[in-house]
C-alpha cells in the first residue's frame, strides 16, 4: 500500500515538512538566516527531546551500571591539551585560487565542487574547536573553548563518579548535550552542522574485557535503532581501516543509515583503550585508576564508547519515516514515526466546533496528559484535521462526536491502517496503552 519516498527529492520534502510544520526552522531566519544552525520548533523540540530520552532509557533507566552526568560546555585549555584536540581534532583546509571557496580536502578529490577549478591551496590543518575568552580580558590567559564532543566530562569526572556512587568496572557514565565544531562544510540539512547535540556514553571496562564489551555495544547500538522503527535495510555496521581511525582508537565502527546520498554515519562506537585516562592522569596529576580489592590490582580501565548524533538521528528518523501513500483515493503524507519518538503521541479531535462538544472533549484531554503529549485541535474538518496529524506523525487520533455525549465513548483512529474503533471514554488511556505495548 505504502511506498516509502526514497525519491531523489526525499530530502527537499523532509526539509519543507520540517519548515512548514515547525519541526526545524533556519536559525535567525529573520535576519536572513545564520549559516548551519537551525531553532527546534514546537513540534522539533518534543520530537528531538524524545529521541534523546529513548536513548536515555535505553543507556541508563534500564541498566543498573550506567549512571548520568551533565558537564559543563565551557572548558579550559588543558582538557582539551590532554585530550589531543588541541594538537589533533583538526580538518585539511584547502582554498579554491579561482573562486576562494574553502573545502575539505578529505572531501572533495582536487577540484574545487563549486567553480571546478583545479587549482587548490595546499592544504593545511584546520582546528575544529570553537575558541572564545573567559571573563573581560581577551588574552592567552583567559581561553576557553566549547566542547568539541561531550566525552571529556565523563572522563574529568571518573573519579568523582567512582567515589561517589561506587560504582565498578564494568560501569559507564552517559550525557547527552550539545557540541560545537567549526566545521569547514557544514551540509545537509542538520546532518553536520557547527552546533549539534550528542549522546555519548564511556563504559569503563577492565582491559582484557574491552573487546567482548565492544562486540557487546556494537549489538545493543544497532538493535536501538531497529527498536524504534528503521528499516534493516538502511542500517548497517562499518568498521574502520586502521588509517581512518581517530587518535585515541584501538578500534571503530560507525553506525550507518541510509542517507538519500548514500550510506553515512549515525554514531561511532569505539575502543577508546585507556588513552583518555592515562593523558588527563598524566597531565592533571591525579590518580584516574581502579584498585579492584577483590584481586589486589590497580588498573586504568579501558573505555568503550558509543557515541550518538542526537540531531542528526533525529534527521535519520525523520527520513525513514516519511511516506505517502492513498487512503480512498485521496493522496497523504504519513510520517511513520515510532510512538516513542513522535511529537505528540495522541490528538483530541472534536468533530465539531460546536460548544456542546467541548467539555467532554477538554475532559478526555487533561486525562490523556499525565500519560501522552496530547495535541488539541478543533479547525478545519475532521478529514483535514486527520492528514494533519497523519503528516507530523501522530499515531492516535481520537474523536469526541455528539454520539459520545449519549455513549461516552470516542473513536480511536490509527495513523498507519486508518482503522477506527469506538472506545469507552473509561477504557481510552487503557487502550491506548495496550497500543504503544507498554501496558
Ligand atoms: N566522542 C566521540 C565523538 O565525538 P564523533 O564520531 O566525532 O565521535 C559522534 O561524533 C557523533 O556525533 C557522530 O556519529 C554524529 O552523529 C554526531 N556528530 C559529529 N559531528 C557532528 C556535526 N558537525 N553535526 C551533527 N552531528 C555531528
Redesign the pocket.
Known sequence: MTEPAQTDDLMEKVVRLCRQRGFIFPSAEIYGGFRSTYDYGPLGVNMLRNVKNAWWRSVVQLRDDVVGLDAAILGPPAVWEASGHLATFTDPLVDCKNCHERWRADKIEGVCPNCGSHDLTEARAFNLMFKTHAGPVEDEGHVAYLRP?T?QGMFTNFANVLNTTRKKPPFGIAQVGK?F?N?IT?QNF?????E?E?M?MEYFVPPDEAEKWFEYWLDQRMRWYLDLGIASEKLRLRHHDPEELSHYSRGTA?VEFLFPWGFD????I?NRGDYDLSAHAAKSGETLDYFDPQTNERYTPYVI?P???A???MMAFLLDAYSEDEIGGEARTVLRLHWRLAPYQVAVLPLSKKDTLEPLARQVLSRLQPHFMVDYDVTQSIGRRYRRQDEIGTPWCVTVDFDSLEDDAVTVRDRDTTEQVRVPVAELLGELRRRTGEE
Open positions: 564532543e566525552a557540541s565544531r566545521e557544514p542538520v546532518f553536520r552542522t557547527r549539534f550528542q555519548e560507525d554515519e549515525l554514531e561511532g569505539a564508547e557515541a550518538a548524533g540531531t542528526r538521528t
